[in-house]
């Protein structure tokens, strides 16, 4: 183990030296703050000691520094004049691991480094258990979701904004899971543990009783994560369960994913657009590479996140942006969905630019009937 020892007195530094080295460590030193700042920029360390009365910056100073550029080293601050209130405060910030008062027999410091690491190994095997028991217990409220009658869907209507007609539904993951009780954490789950394609299964599913509910004609928006197009197979066979829909549904992707650097992204998207699929590109504004998924996919809907739609009645410059939307939507024969419409203003001003299909509270609240 490499330990990091600062003092500036040149008497005790070769001391501890030599009784570290004693006990099985490997040693750098500095004899000021400075030159242990420029040491802990150049190598890692296992542990420092490190006196308090430095010339600038102090012991504490570096040790602040130290926790920031490698947490993982155990701090030991030395020292024969204690600033109790500062050294207080760096303890509980978790700056300082452990205290030794000066003088202190030589013996005295490896009994304390060694205390500070034994402390330091039990931690982190505790947090490793920790976070290998939280991830077993999320797999196992996620197979519960899926095994269990927890997950449903909910639809929230799209109305036409020149005439307010319902014309489709978007399908809204729900849970009644105690622990995983939204469609975030489900996600997250699944992505955690690789199961994104089981849960696409248990949506496309749900998805086909639902096609059997609505009225005849009504569009269906589903919602794919984008990891979903990485593995053409599975997608054919999931979907394969909604082709005789194929002309009623739409397929949500948001443009937040990483989807343009996954592989075989083109190809299933291919399939999916033979067998009849359309494709929305989903909360268009809120991500970092909108325009080239929209170059990339030439989607048949666009969704236009709510952040843009909130307050758009208020906002110019959300009114140009939506009014560019929904030009070039016109342009590329893609029509422009505004969702999160809360308010007769907001809808009023969607209209007057061009939005071709409004969703929102205004229009209805998620719901299990239709």
Known sequence: MRVLVVEDDAKLRPALRAALERGGYG????????????????????????????????????????????????????????????????????????IIAKPFRLEAILTTLEEAICARTRLEEFCVGARRDGFDLQRRHLEECLSGDLLRLAMQPIVDAGTGAVCGYEALLRSRHAVLDSPMRIIAAAESHDMLGRLGDWVTSAAARWLDLLPAGATLFINVHPNELSDLEAVRRRFETLRPWTERIVLEITERGSMLQLAGWQQTLGWLSSAGFRIAVDDLGSGYNSLAVLAELQPAFMKVDMSIVHHLDREERKQRLVDLLARFARATASRLILEGIETDAEAGTARRLGVDLLQGYLFGRPSFTV
């Open 27 to 98: 040693v750098q030193e500095a004899e000021n703050g400075s030159e242990a700042l420029r040491r802990m920029a150049e190598g890692d360390y296992d542990a420092a000691v490190v006196d308090f009365q430095l010339p600038p910056p102090d012991g504490l100073e570096v040790l602040k520094q130290l926790r920031r550029m490698q947490p993982r080293c155990v701090r030991v601050l030395m020292s024969g004049a204690l600033d109790l209130p500062a050294v207080m405060s760096a303890v509980n910030r978790g700056e300082v691991s452990r």
